[in-house]
Structure formats: C-alpha cells, structure tokens
C-alpha cells in the first residue's frame, strides 16, 4: 500500500464552490467559496444585505444559483428540488418560525420524519405489517427527540400557544426528526433573551457532539457565533471578506471595520 493511500482523506462534507446569484441585474452572491468539515460548526455572519440568506436559501435549494455550484459528499446538490433536500440530509429551521401552529407539538415534530420514510397512499390505508412497525419505529424516534429536548411536558399542546423560545426547540426537534447529517439554523437566537441564548449555544453544541451533526449557523449574534464556532465565514456585499477561526476572523481589520466596529467610527 501506497503512503498516498495511507493518508486519510479530508474530503468536506459540503463544498460551496463559487457561488454566485443575480436577482434582476443585482449581484446578492460573488463567487463565495467555503468547506464545510464533518462535525464542524460553522458560522456565517454579516449585516443585513451581505448574502447570507441569500447563500443559505441556496443550500436548502430555496434558490438556484446564476453560477457556481454545492457539493454535498463530493456530490451537486443542485439538481434536487427543495423537498428531496432532507433525503440527502440537510435539514433547517428558519428565521421566522414556520411550524403547524394548530398541531401539537409531538404531530410536528412527526413532520420531520416523513422524509425518511417511504410509505405510500395504498400502504398506509391497507395498514400493512411494515407501515405499522414504521409508525412504532417513527413514534419512539419522535418520543426520543422530545425528551432530548426537554419538550415532553408539551408534547400534546398545540404550538400557538406556546412561548417563543419553546416554539424555536420545536422547529428545532422537527428538523433533527429527519436524522440529518448537515443541520441549517437560520437566526436561531433572533427574539431570545440573554440567557437563551446562552442556553441556545449549549444546546447546538450539544447536539454536534451528541448527535454527530454538522452545523452551519447563520447569525447576527457575535456572541454567540464567536463562542462556539469552529469556524467562521464573513460576508460583505455578496462577497467572501473573511474566513478562518473565531480569533482569526474577529482580528481581521476587514471584519473589525465592516461588522464589529471601529475606533475610528
């Protein structure tokens, strides 16, 4: 055997390669370039404008770039629509929580693992042996995750009633339902207060080590970002301003005058 094929291989699990998006003459993204790692949590700041929803609708197949392309496992994601994304294993959540307001928690958090399963109209209304032993298969799953999430006591409520930061560890419960391997979280400490999100940043750790999923968080919270990051991506004006490890980005000038402030502003 040879020492190249003894050298292990650090092959990315998501690969953005040259990104680009034009909507009606305006450039939202310019060529962005970034690895994804497994295990990896990887934050994507930027002020408003700077193309990080922009990116992160490409990566749930929301949009479709101008130009560029996504590898996830060294394989395009672009040729998928928007729901057979989950099959591949990424899953999200969304700035503006988007959940069945009038279904119980425990029928939401059932949503998230229909894209794993491969029942159909006729199977289901015959009962078959396999769909039942899916359905017990499916309910443990879901009873697992709420009890990884502290959501049990709530189980049977219906969302609308419930305060904002449960609302997001549901949305939450429902794409990790799905069993992903790449798990989105879009804003997630947006309408929580400061103990939240430090809650928040214990959490998404946890459930990277836990779980052994990769996250990429898109974030206006530095804080949080910068506290438990691996790795960050700084956009500014569609383009990539900077990239490295929370110290590194945090001390770029590029990025201490365009995100974090200036003395001379």
């Known amino acids: ?69 996504i590898l996830m496992e060294g394989c395009s994601i672009l040729t998928r629509p928007p729901h057979r994304i989950a099959e591949i294993g990424i899953g999200r959540t969304f700035q503006n929580v988007a959940l069945f307001p009038n279904l119980s928690v425990l029928d939401n958090v059932r949503v998230g693992t229909h894209a794993r399963t491969s029942s159909d109209i006729i199977s289901d209304s015959l009962r078959l042996a396999w ?55 879009d804003e997630p400490a947006g309408g929580l207060n400061h103990e939240e999100v430090y809650v928040l940043g214990d959490l998404i750790r946890r459930i990277r080590d836990d779980r052994h999923v990769t996250v990429l968080l898109v974030e206006h919270h530095m804080g949080l970002v910068m506290s438990i990051a691996d790795h ?13 490890t929370p110290a590194q980005v945090q001390a770029d000038p590029d990025v201490i005058k365009a995100y974090l402030g200036s003395k001379d502003q």
């Open 232 to 244: 960050v991506v700084a956009l500014n004006f569609g383009r990539k301003l900077a990239e490295g």
């Open 131 to 185: 769909i039942r032993r899916s359905e017990k298969s499916v309910n443990t799953k879901v009873h697992e995750i709420l009890a990884y999430l502290n959501l049990e006591e709530v189980a049977h409520k219906a969302v609308s009633g419930l305060p904002f930061g449960t609302q997001k560890r549901v949305e939450l419960a429902r794409a990790l339902a799905a069993d992903p391997k790449i798990l989105l979280l």
């Open 1 to 69: 055997m040879t020492q190249a094929q003894l050298a292990p291989t650090n092959d990315p699990l998501l690969a953005v390669r040259d990104v680009s998006v034009v909507f009606g003459g305006i450039v939202a993204l310019n060529g962005v370039s970034f690895d994804m790692q497994q295990g990896q949590i990887l934050g994507l700041i930027g002020p408003n404008g700077a193309g990080k929803t922009t990116l992160f609708n490409c990566l749930s197949r929301l949009y479709q770039p101008s130009a560029g392309d």
